[in-house]
């Protein structure tokens, strides 16, 4: 079960904060001193099919049924409490809750809860404007309803705007993770850990705003309690999302993540490659309301069968932002 809660684990870890973050950026140029109204909010319900929901490897002593049809909820929000050029300092929170009707994985029914505080302040570097931001999220993350890990995560970022269109961000933060069971012996199978990151992004928006695509680099060394669980990580993502006709716009995002386990215990020593990827189809049906259509593609390749595997999901989504 340790094995496969942790990759578990670092698979929502990995998908749900992106998620998560995504009503927390503000949109334009520090230029734009201008503020709307003090808050934002999305609420978003889904279900999905799901091929593997635990996440089982190739070499698995998992038993009985892998494949669920499941459901859930997410909502973001932040709350800004100073707007006043050059400051934004606010208060934010992310809620996310999935179910599977399949009895054999409701173990994996997860629970995220994860408030945040931030503080942006804008400037010009140069003749470029600028954008520095630091905040704090405090998550907490529950498997079928019982406590799983929590994890302490301040993170400073700074952001520049070489051209209108064009915005690079060098981040980096800070992740103590503290799970709730150590393992048999803790020296070698406790997943506690702390991980540093450090990232580049660049966005391009193309003329018009009807286009627009990112691109990731990102190291990570994961200093775990117990030896198996110490990493370096190297990540490398993409993303494009473009309008095509009508109320219809479609995005598609992947990734690479290379992992080498450097103090792991026993031969042959871990490593894994892993292939992310979704595609997303999406209709407006009103200002506040978007429906989706996505499908995404895991596969984990580890230097063992017990460390490599498959999953597919394809779901709907319905998201109302106010």
């Given at each position: ?142 498997l079928d309803f019982e406590q799983f890990e929590q994890s302490y995560i301040p993170a400073l970022s700074l952001t520049v ?116 990827g979704t595609v997303t189809v999406y209709m407006a049906l009103s200002h506040e309301l978007t429906l989706d259509a996505y499908y995404s593609y895991t ?24």
């Amino acid at each position: 079960m340790a094995m496969r809660t942790t990759q578990f684990g670092r698979w929502i870890r990995r998908c749900w904060i992106p998620a998560i973050s995504i009503v927390w950026l503000t949109h334009g140029t520090p230029a734009q001193a201008e503020y709307g109204r003090p808050w934002d909010l999305s609420l978003r319900l889904f279900s999905e099919y799901n091929d593997n929901v635990p996440l089982a490897a190739d070499d698995t002593d998992f038993s009985g049924e892998q494949k669920s049809l499941g459901a859930g909820f997410s909502a973001a929000g932040v709350y800004r409490i100073i707007q006043e050029y050059p400051w934004e300092v606010g208060v934010g929170a992310g809620f996310v809750q999935t179910g599977y009707l399949e009895s054999n994985v409701n173990d994996f029914n997860f629970t995220s809860i994860a408030p945040r505080v931030y503080g942006r302040y804008l400037f010009n570097l140069g003749a470029m404007p600028a954008r520095a931001e630091a905040a704090f999220t405090f998550r907490d993350d529950l498997l079928d309803f019982e406590q799983f890990e929590q994890s302490y995560i301040p993170a400073l970022s700074l952001t520049v705007f070489p051209i209108d269109p064009l915005a690079i961000t060098a981040y980096t933060r800070l992740s103590i993770d503290q799970f709730d069971d150590d393992g048999a012996d803790p020296a070698v199978t406790s997943r506690d850990a702390t991980q540093y990151v450090v990232g580049l992004n660049g966005r391009y928006v193309f003329p018009g705003g009807m286009q627009n695509v990112g691109l990731t680099g990102e190291y990570r060394h994961n200093d775990a309690d117990g030896d198996n669980f110490t990493y370096d990580s190297y990540i490398v993502s993409a993303d494009f999302w473009t309008h095509i006709v009508g109320p219809f716009s479609a995005s598609v995002s992947g990734g690479y993540t290379n992992e080498d386990y450097t103090d792991f215990t026993t031969d042959p020593k871990r490593t894994q490659d892993n292939l992310y990827g979704t595609v997303t189809v999406y209709m407006a049906l009103s200002h506040e309301l978007t429906l989706d259509a996505y499908y995404s593609y895991t596969h984990m390749d580890g230097s063992t069968d017990a460390f490599s595997l498959d999953r597919s999901i394809v779901g709907v989504g319905l998201t109302y932002r106010p």
